[in-house]
């Protein structure tokens, strides 16, 4: 949670400090925080500490670095910037299939502490060297789909796009917290094919980035916002009438809402251009990623609310459906 919250803030002042002559210094910098926070976590023994190693440091390092790859194919690519986003968050969220395994066989071989210090030197070893190839010259010449717009002239629309957003990653990040603990405790599901279809979920939030990218570039906001809803709306009916009675439809039900999730995180850049255009672009984008800071902190505590109040998972879904309707009619409220 903290990590989440340090990585949305620092998306926030990057994003106001982010320019093509600052994009090698942004990734050196914040690798070189993501190392440190790891030989700290590596090194402490206080739990403390570790917040700070593990969660603020590592947290604004990777906030840093995230930001540089999307903010260069928005300038790159101005026709295709959605698809080529969502390759590169496509990326980022498929991370974990080679982080994860090899994580566990550090643990099971070494130690925790060990662990952390052998990724702060991989990551010193790998990735900063790496910095130095993030070259973006400055060019007048960069267009983007629309004009670029004084900030007060479109001030309303944008928190009107955070609002959705802030839903949006608020049922993403609940359900994705929920999943093993459902399908498992509440559902009564064998852990193994649950543990199994996890990784179906992630490959699910993968794709959708690239796909819903492409959707952005070819339909634009408002299609693709509507064709997320109603996949979550879907998502949610099937969770709402299975109750933990198939498995088939457990897996359908939450690998949407996996899948939304990350076409969220395509959807909002290429919105932000499409709306504000380049030049605002890095700004308007590190202020609207805080919304994924806050997305976290409500899913985790509107979930644990429910499921203590309730026992169960209906009226959850019922709060999605709700979350839903807020969102179709902010949605509608948007030129």
Known sequence: ???????????????????????RGFVFFGTLLISIGWFISGLSDSYLLLVVSYGVLIGIGVGMVYGVPIYMVQKLYPKKSGLMTGFILLGFGMSPLLTAPLAITLIQNTSLNQTFLIFGMLF?????????????????????????????????????????????????????????????????????????SLSFFALMNGVARPIFGRLMDRKGFKFSVL??????FFASVIGLVNQGQH??????????FWFNL????????????EFYGIK???????VMFTAYGIGSILGTSISGTIMDLFGGTAYLYIMILIFLGISIFILKTIE
């Open 124 to 196: 010193l070893i790998i990735q900063l060297p790496l910095s130095f190839l993030f070259i973006l010259k400055e060019q007048k010449d960069f267009k983007s789909i629309k004009p670029d717009l004084v900030v007060t002239e479109k001030l309303k629309p944008f928190k009107r796009i955070y609002g959705l957003f802030v839903i949006a990653t608020t049922i993403g990040l609940m359900m994705i917290g929920l999943s093993y603990q459902v399908g498992v405790v509440y559902y009564a599901f064998d852990a193994r094919e649950v543990t199994l």
């Open 247 to 256: 498995l088939i439809l457990y897996v359908i039900s939450f690998g949407l």
């Open 1 to 23: 949670m903290t990590s989440l919250f340090f990585y949305a803030l620092s998306m926030m002042v990057s994003g106001r400090l982010l320019k093509p002559s600052r994009l």
């Open 262 to 273: 990350g076409a969220w995180l395509a959807i909002v850049p290429a919105t932000i251009k």
């Open 227 to 232: 064709l997320s809803l109603f996949l979550i």
């Open 280 to 286: 605002q672009y890095s700004r308007k984008y590190g």
